[in-house]
């Protein structure tokens, strides 16, 4: 709460003081969409800017990205993915405006101190023919291959905020690597909303019995995925089966045989036409 006033206030003097520097105006953010041929592979790049400096024609100036830390004592360079950021902004902000590339500023405040450090960003054509444009197109490359991004981030806490955390093993899933599509095993923390999405992007899909459970609405009108047992051939009902993990074969429990339910192997499903 206290940084959030700091960044309305603090932030706002420190906008306006660059923009009546360089006899320009202040604006909220600009949207950017453009797209890049590679190889004959289409890179997108989409997004919102932080604050900007514009002229009085609203055309950027001086694009800003804006990045919190812990402190910002030690800090004597700006981090390569955040140059990055700043300059897929600069490329979609130039063709947009049909304008030469602009510098742009990157401003790290301290979550604790409320000081900040600015550093001035430079378009570097080979930075992003060299950095900028292979990670986009490493990025697009498993994305239509449908396999994961690489999980090679640059600090270990960003993988707390990549969607794909539950599927490489990052997160509280007991999975390595599911694939890029369909639900993680032994994962039910599934957001209603998304679980309804995805069964209307894949009517032929069916729900994880652990799923079905939870939201009972959508498993009315869906297959679901029973549990059956290798060894005596028992299958469980998906309502019986409340884990997210692999129950045990109750008629092999008897005979003192402990042995998991098993899912059957789910086809790859695509979106119907």
């Not at 309305?8 to 003097?13: F, N, V, Y």
């Not at 950017?32 to 400096?53: A, C, H, M, Q």
């Not at 019986?240 to 042995?259: M, N, Q, R």
Request: charged share 30%.
């Amino acid at each position: 709460m206290v940084w959030n006033r700091f960044r309305r206030a603090d932030r706002t003097a420190i906008y306006t003081r660059s923009a009546s520097e360089v006899g320009g105006y202040v604006r909220k953010h600009d949207w950017i969409d453009y797209s890049t041929e590679v190889d004959n592979t289409e890179l997108r790049f989409k997004g919102r800017t932080d604050p900007l400096i514009v002229d009085s024609d609203s055309v950027p100036i001086v694009p800003i990205e804006v990045k919190t830390r812990k402190s910002v004592e030690s800090l004597d360079s700006p981090s390569p993915k955040h140059r990055a950021q700043l300059h897929a902004y600069i490329v979609g902000l130039s063709r947009k405006y049909e304008i030469k590339p602009p510098d742009g500023v990157i401003l790290y405040g301290s979550r604790e101190t409320f000081d900040v450090k600015t550093f001035h960003i430079e378009y570097s054509e080979q930075f992003w023919d060299e950095v900028v444009v292979p990670w986009a197109a490493t990025q697009t490359t498993s994305l239509l291959d449908e396999n994961l991004p690489p999980a090679d981030p640059e600090q270990e806490w960003e993988c707390g905020y990549c969607s794909y955390r539950e599927r490489c093993g990052k997160g509280k899933s007991p999975v390595k690597d599911s694939g890029a599509h369909g639900f993680v095993p032994g994962y039910t923390e599934y957001p209603h909303e998304n679980v309804e999405e995805y069964l209307r992007l894949f009517p032929s899909a069916a729900i994880p019995s652990a799923i079905a459970s939870k939201f009972p609405d959508l498993a009315s009108d869906h297959s679901i995925q029973e549990w059956s047992c290798d060894r005596c051939g028992y299958c469980a009902e998906w309502d019986a089966v409340k884990s997210a993990g692999e129950p045990l074969c109750p008629e092999c429990a008897e005979d003192d045989i402990l042995i998991s339910l098993s899912r059957p192997e789910m086809p790859t499903v695509v979106p119907d036409e």
